[in-house]
């Protein structure tokens, strides 16, 4: 059994945000139920439905396990059911919510070299005492067998894959600081039970032939829904960043994310990551209903699905 939580569906910012007053924000805001709040992105999965990883610490993670009930603790005085976290990226949005779990509590970091190097070089993790939770490096293209506290099988394994992006904002250097890698500084995560195949990949900057044959017949996939056009901030007047600028595709270019999962025969298609000026997020507009038309779902807190 692959068991999976949305913990949050929306990008960074998440939604609303803080400081946007536009439409779709004051609609979120104001408790419109064709436009529901989301924290940014993250989620969590079991075997067992009774541990569980959580996928991305997003600086809404305190928030999140508070408002999802089979995280919270259940023994003792101090207690979780959370074994380890899984980080895709080292972006502010997938590595802030450590520092929420910096209470001695035991559980395990795993993550690529480069996610980790990023964690090393700032002293303030740190305060997640490495003497308590252990940092494991996470070898792309390796299955890992993901093990409950106990140290017994989870029931999951896990494989983390370099899909093309770019480094986070914040560590952009050097000539070409937009420049798309495919080195393992974003990555996707497949999951699987030995029957099932689920896809996480909340950031991805372009398709290519080796990201398509591993999403090809997935059961399920979490895809990057990030903005639905590519310059959908600078012509809202909310930015002067593009998608591909920030590393990410979007929904419905001629070369967006719909157009490529064309023929790939994904069972189930997902859309996390979500931009707070992406239009996808109001139940009630036309782009969210051409989504759904072209047999994708669009993510909200709390979203269950199990395999």
């Known amino acids: ?26 609609r979120a805001r104001s408790g419109d139920p064709l436009a529901p709040a989301r924290t940014q992105a993250s989620i969590a999965i079991s075997g067992d439905g009774e541990e ?17 009930p089979v995280l919270h603790p259940k023994t003792g005085l101090r207690s979780t059911p959370i ?10 949005d997938t590595i802030t919510g450590l520092l929420t779990m910096r209470e001695r509590q035991p559980f395990e970091i795993l993550a690529t070299r480069q996610v980790l190097d990023q ?15 252990t940092r494991k490096e996470f070898p792309l293209d390796e299955s890992i067998a993901l093990a409950k506290s106990d140290g017994t099988p989870a029931g999951l394994s896990v494989t983390a894959f370099a899909v093309p992006g770019k480094v986070p904002l914040y ?7 937009a420049e798309i890698v495919e080195n393992g500084e974003t990555v996707g995560l497949e999951i699987t039970d030995g029957k099932h195949r689920a896809l996480f990949i ?3 900057a372009c398709m290519n032939d080796r990201l398509r044959a591993r999403l090809k017949n997935a059961d399920l996939v979490l895809f990057d829904g990030t903005l639905w056009i ?4 600078v012509r809202a007047g909310l930015g002067e960043k593009t998608g591909k600028r920030m590393g990410h595709m979007s929904v419905n270019d001629t070369d967006g994310t719909i ?40 993510s909200y807190d709390g979203m269950r699905i199990t395999l």
């Open 259 to 298: 157009a490529a999962f064309r023929g790939l025969n994904v069972q189930r298609k997902v859309f996390i990551h979500i931009n707070n000026s992406n239009p996808i997020l109001l139940a009630d507009s036309p782009e969210r209903a051409e989504t759904e038309a072209a047999g994708w779902e669009v």
């Open 202 to 204: 909340p950031g991805c």
């Open 52 to 68: 569980w990883f959580v996928v991305n610490a997003s600086p809404d993670l305190r928030q999140q396990i508070n408002q999802t």
């Open 83 to 92: 074994a380890g976290v899984i980080l895709t990226g080292a972006e502010v």
């Open 230 to 233: 590519d310059d959908e901030m």
């Open 1 to 26: 059994m692959i068991d999976l939580i949305v913990l949050g569906a929306a990008a960074g910012g998440g939604f609303p945000q803080w400081n946007s007053n536009a439409e779709g924000c004051r």
């Open 171 to 177: 560590a952009e250097k050097g000539a070409n600081p």
């Open 119 to 133: 964690l090393d070089a700032n002293p303030i993790f740190e305060a997640v005492n490495r003497s308590v939770v």
